[in-house]
């Protein structure tokens, strides 16, 4: 048993356990699945600022940071305890083109070689951490929602909005993966 | 429910939570345990992976699509039963949906946001979660994101929308 759970899941038993949490939060407690609302509680709390769209009781939406406080510990637990001792497995002309750019280290879930502290201070790294920190906290609540709650709640949900939002979240992941990455990286 | 309220759900109904009731604070632990089963899931099958996210942008594995395909199916199945059956949640309040109005932000933000994804590799989820397997300096991305959705608050009025 804990053989198989330390193996990576398969999509056909993952996807429907994320499909799952639209119902269960809707069951609990009539909650909408949106974890990049966190974000804009986070700044209701500490830097509201008199800003408009920072104003609004976010002591109502504190089960959504509990959501999310637990998928953290989801993060702890599965890595204490069912973590892959294998390298992660990826398309090899992925690994043939990372390997140009000096990423080869498959152990973790985030390259090292460049999810590092020392990297952090360099060009390469503000870019990806901070830039890429930045467009996703600023995208996710321009377009009003994230994958969570356009791509899954949305969709669930037959929201035509959330489906130009998805489009548009893949179409912006197409250009920075296949023509931006590389002049980054490169 | 006061303007400023309703003028946000119309913005961003993910924000508004529609219950009237007021519990205490113990009870969003049962949030926490979901979260846990949340943040499991998608470490055992690598979706917090920047790999897999860099796969899924190339057209190079199926797996990412998978997901996202299947979780979908399962949400709306889901919803059409709740729906079919007016289930209610388990203090017997109805469950309520917001129809979502278009703004031309599901396109300009969407495509920042997708520009951010190919990038770190992760949406907001999963930068939770990376943190909790000791990817320590993925709170810097996470911080960055809080300053980024604080940049729009302010500037929110100056965009096109």
């Known amino acids: 048993m804990m053989e198989w759970l330390k193996q990576p899941w398969p999509w056909y038993i993952a996807g429907p356990l994320v499909g799952l949490t639209v119902p269960v939060l809707l069951i609990l407690g009539n909650k909408h699945f949106g974890i990049s609302a966190n974000l804009r509680h986070a700044c209701a709390m500490c830097f509201p600022s008199d800003i408009k769209f920072f104003k609004y009781d976010y ?107 998805t489009v548009s979240f893949m179409a912006g992941g197409f250009l920075m993966s296949n023509v931006l990455l590389p002049l980054i990286l490169g | 429910m006061n303007h400023t309220d309703s003028e946000v759900r119309r913005q961003d109904t993910m924000c508004v939570n529609e219950s009237q009731l007021q519990h205490r604070w113990y009870h969003n632990i049962k949030y926490l345990v979901v979260g846990v089963l949340f943040g499991i899931v998608f470490v055992k099958a690598e979706i917090i992976s920047w790999f897999r996210i860099q796969e899924m942008f190339r057209f190079q594995s199926f797996h990412m699509y998978g997901i996202i395909g299947s979780a979908v199916i399962v949400g709306m199945l889901s919803v059409w039963l709740i729906r079919k059956f ?64 604080w940049l729009y608050g302010k500037l929110r009025d100056n965009l096109p929308h």
């Not at chain 1, 406080?69 to 083109?97: H, K, M, Y």
């Not at chain 1, 990372?98 to 020392?118: C, E, F, R, T």
């Not at chain 1, 060009?123 to 377009?143: D, E, H, N, T, W």
């Not at chain 2, 289930?87 to 920042?112: D, W």
């Open chain 1, 59 to 165: 002591k109502k939406e504190f089960w959504n940071l509990f959501f999310v406080i637990g998928a953290f510990g989801g993060g702890i637990v599965a890595s204490l305890w069912l973590a892959n001792p294998q390298p992660i497995e990826v398309n090899a002309s992925l690994v043939a083109e990372l390997a140009g750019y000096g990423i080869n280290d498959y152990s973790s879930m985030v390259p090292q070689q460049l999810y590092n502290w020392d990297y952090l201070l360099s060009a390469k790294g503000l870019i990806m951490m901070v830039g890429g920190g930045f467009l996703v906290g600023f995208g996710s609540r321009y377009a009003g929602g994230c994958t969570s709650g356009h791509s899954i709640m949305g969709l669930s949900t037959l929201q035509w909005p959330s489906l130009v939002a």
């Open chain 2, 86 to 149: 007016n289930i209610r949640t388990i203090y017997g309040e109805p469950i309520t949906f917001t129809p979502k109005t278009f703004n031309k932000g599901q396109i300009y933000g969407g495509l920042l946001f997708g520009l951010g994804w190919g990038l770190t590799g992760a949406c907001p989820g999963p930068l939770f979660v990376q943190i909790g397997t000791g990817a320590t300096v993925v709170a810097v991305v996470l911080l960055s994101a809080i300053a980024g959705t």
